[in-house]
């Protein structure tokens, strides 16, 4: 068998050095692209505290903050599929060998899931949040198992006398990559999440490492050493099309795609120690995040959901939560304006819109800010209910609407011109029963937005997965009378909106994780009871 190096960081520098050798597995860590950062949050490993602690930053390499601070290595952190937790290893509480830890996204709560002498390390999420892939050198060699989340329930999945490390789970669940020297030299395998099926899928004279999937699961990111040096490779997620999108005599290595495909983090030495760069997906405008003369490795994107905000009518006062709860506020609108958010401009960040009642003009602006519209234009009637989507998955939105009185959508694919009207819609459908109340999502995943109902009378949750007239596709039992819907990327992080209500009776927000009837998976109290809720990615993490 080839050399495949353990994945562990025991003593800083020395030990981080030893990792970049050529030949050996390297652990190294992307970075984030320059000309459109992406917005969220980067979890890393660095040793500018002289050991090597768990940091986050911003995804333009802005705001760095510990999470980690005991005396001990703290490294390989990796967020979990909502956001909310980061597992990561560590060399605390285990004399000489590291294990697995989690902790909240602030840093709280670090709490130990892993007690095996033998050392384990390379913590990777399942998609649902719900296990953890690893791995173990607790049967004499380098083995990946799986655990729940909470440390409970550890199973060797991939059971061979060679060493197999560094897992990552697949974004359907299915499947898991990992890295083995069982045919001589380090090679990318995938196998079911049962261990079952095991696949090489490199087959390369190299060194193939470093395995990241893609979002949609359709392409994979890797570290190569094939063409002599470590560059940043991509393949199909069967193993065919093999491309280099870098092309640097340093060694570039650990990628990980950003959460909507676009970007590429990778770890790099080209700058004469370890820096985390970014990149597009493509491997234009690679860019240094952290500048430092410390060892930057291991990066991790957070994963980038939705979140939820509220406006006061009475006083245009919109108030707009990251993913932490940290909270935006700016004037924007008149008393009575009914207000929305959308992506008007295409660049993946939801911003504000109003549909005022008094001249059936809409009033959309291109920043979470306070300030007049950018774009101003008649739109519908003044008893129309506006519904802001990407009804054609172009990814830009765009304004349709609900007209009550006859139970109809009318679905608008482009914005309208300032002071302008739309024209006609481009179709129409009919859908739900007179007092419905209207809402939009992306109820099936497929990057089209389609349109939801909330029926008072029963409770029910209705929607459809096509922009057409007919019976609805789902409906499960969710909500009171009076209760405010939105739909959003909540929970998994999955690209499929599902239902959150907020009740102006006790001021709460109460969110579904999935399209299925149930009690709220989560809920927090905010508000004021006239306040008007809204929902999207803000683009404020």
């Not at 602030?106 to 007690?115: A, C, F, N």
């Not at 306070?370 to 939105?397: E, M, T, W, Y």
């Amino acid at each position: 068998m080839g050399t495949l190096t353990s994945p562990a960081l025991p003593h800083r520098r020395a030990v981080i050095a030893s990792m970049i050798a050529l030949g050996m597995i390297i652990i190294l860590a992307p970075a984030a692209s320059a000309a459109e950062p992406e917005s969220g949050k980067i979890v890393f490993a660095t040793d500018r505290d002289t050991d090597t602690e768990v940091y986050v930053m911003n995804a333009d390499g802005s705001e760095l903050t510990r999470l980690t601070t005991t005396p001990d290595e703290d490294f390989e952190p990796a967020f979990s599929p909502d956001g909310s937790r980061i597992a990561f290893t560590s060399f605390r509480d285990a004399g000489p060998n590291q294990n697995i830890y989690v902790m909240n996204s602030d840093g709280s709560g670090q709490t130990r899931l892993t007690t095996d002498a033998g050392g384990d390390s390379t913590p990777a999420w399942s998609p649902d949040g719900s296990r953890i892939a690893f791995t173990s050198h607790r049967d004499g060699n380098a083995e990946i198992y799986v655990m729940n989340a909470n440390g409970t329930g550890q199973v060797n999945i991939s059971n061979n006398p060679a060493d197999d490390v560094r897992p990552a789970w697949s974004p359907d669940g299915t499947k898991i990559l990992f890295v083995t020297n069982r045919d001589g030299n380090n090679e990318i395998y995938s196998m079911a999440v049962d261990g079952s099926n095991q696949t090489n899928l490199t087959n390369s004279a190299g060194t193939d490492d470093d395995p990241d999937w893609a979002p949609d699961g359709a392409t994979v990111a890797f570290s190569s050493d094939r063409d002599g040096d470590a560059e940043i490779f991509v393949m199909n997620a069967n193993g065919t099309g093999q491309t280099p999108i870098t092309d640097n005599p340093a060694i570039d290595s650990d990628p990980a795609f950003s959460p909507d495909g676009t970007m590429i983090l990778f770890q790099t030495n080209r700058d004469g120690d370890q820096e985390i760069y970014v990149m597009g997906a493509d491997g234009s405008d690679p860019t240094n995040l952290t500048n430092n003369a410390a060892f930057d490795i291991q990066p991790d994107w957070a994963p980038r959901g939705d979140t939820v905000g509220l406006v006061d009518p009475v006083t245009g006062e919109w108030r707009l939560r990251n993913q932490i709860g940290a909270i935006t506020t700016f004037f924007y609108g008149n008393p009575g304006d009914v207000p929305f958010m959308g992506d008007w401009d295409c660049d993946g960040v939801d911003t504000p819109g109003l549909f005022r009642l008094s001249d059936a003009f809409a009033y959309v602006r291109n920043s979470n800010t306070q300030g007049v519209a950018d774009i101003r234009f008649f739109f519908g009637n003044p008893s129309d209910i506006p519904l802001a989507g990407d009804f054609d998955g172009d990814g830009c939105d765009t304004l349709s609407l609900y007209r009550p009185s006859e139970q109809r959508f009318y679905i608008i694919n482009q914005l309208g011109a300032n002071d302008g009207g739309l024209g006609p819609a481009e179709f129409s459908f009919l859908f739900g029963n007179p007092g419905d109340k209207p809402f939009v999502g992306d109820f099936d995943g497929d990057g089209i937005d389609e349109v939801g109902l909330h029926r008072e009378s029963t409770g029910f949750v209705y929607y459809r997965n096509t922009l057409t007239t007919g019976i609805a596709d789902n409906e499960f039992f969710f909500g009171n009378p009076g209760d405010r819907f939105v739909a959003g990327d909540w929970g998994l992080i999955d690209g499929i909106d599902t239902p959150a209500m907020f009740r102006p009776g006790n001021t709460t927000f109460y969110f579904r994780h999935t399209n299925t009837q149930g009690i709220a998976d989560s809920q927090f109290i905010w508000g004021e009871p006239g306040w008007l809720p809204v929902a999207g990615a803000f683009g404020l993490d």
